[in-house]
């Protein structure tokens, strides 16, 4: 059970190409987010679908293959954990923000672009 103590697992779509950068120790990061969509019939009997952002994070070698192979529109399965993290904007403010760490992808598009 110790897996399932900060455990994240999404199918969505990419809403952007992922950004790939070198950092220190020549390690590769790259950032980018993901959308998530869920369908349901409201109480008048009209289709809604609610789309939720999500911001991710992947390190090392699948780093690399995301920025190779994943683009922008893309279906993918992640599989990772949350981490909050703060900074302090211009006014001096604390400002949070949560990503998903990726430790695994998966991705779903059938046919290659």
């Given at each position: ?44 009997g009209e289709k809604v679908t609610e ?35 703060s900074y302090d904007d211009k006014d ?22």
């Amino acid at each position: 059970m110790k897996s399932l103590k900060n455990s994240v697992h999404l199918i969505g779509n990419l809403g952007m190409d992922p950004e790939v950068k070198d950092v220190a120790n020549g390690r590769k990061m790259a950032r980018f987010s993901l959308a998530t969509s869920d369908t349901y019939t409201n109480q008048k009997g009209e289709k809604v679908t609610e789309t939720q952002w999500h911001n991710l994070l992947i390190w090392g070698k699948l780093a690399e293959v995301a920025g190779q192979y994943l683009k922008k529109g893309k279906q993918i399965a992640v599989e990772g954990r949350l981490e909050t993290n703060s900074y302090d904007d211009k006014d001096g403010n604390r400002k949070y923000y949560t990503q998903i760490v990726v430790n695994d992808l998966l991705m779903l598009d059938a046919k290659a672009n």
